[in-house]
């Protein structure tokens, strides 16, 4: 039998196959993805946005309403405050100012902000209509959201801002 050398087909051995990625074909998929992220990432982050932004409305619209509900239910005055500087709004009973704490509070999350200089204060009593309450939302990115309270029905409503009333 003649010995053959390795690699030679007549020998009956096959050649080492050479299988893998080169260097040079990681560098080039490496760098495809690289610039899709950078194009996909401004659309994405201002999607995120948009998000944060609807999130933080509906939970100001809970939030107000919440109150309303419990103004009603327990009859007891409460006072809303609205902070833009600190961007929160917070909830005040007689209870609670006597004991010098808050009934309850929202702080908006970040890259979320509240329009508005100074503090705005609204009081709800029992049985009596509520005031027209309209908290200005708005993002890190120039949106807007404007959650406003009828008086005459006391249900939230959201638009976004600079749409028609």
Known sequence: MARGRVG???????PASQSGVTLLEMM???TIIGIIASISF?????GLSGVRLSSAAGSVASFLESTMNQVDRRERA??????????????????????????GK?????GIGIEGDEPRRFFLFPGGAFPHITVSLKSDRGARRDVEIDPVTAVPKI???GEAK
Request: net charge negative; glycine share 4%.
């Open 8 to 14: 030679d087909p007549a020998a009956g051995c096959q």
């Open 28 to 30: 080039v998929v490496v």
């Open 42 to 46: 401004p659309a994405m982050s201002a």
């Open 78 to 103: 409460a006072e809303i405050v609205i902070v833009p500087k600190e961007r929160m709004l917070v909830v005040y009973t007689a209870e609670s100012k006597a004991a010098d704490h808050s009934a």
């Open 106 to 110: 929202l702080v908006m999350p970040d």
């Open 159 to 161: 638009t976004r801002g």
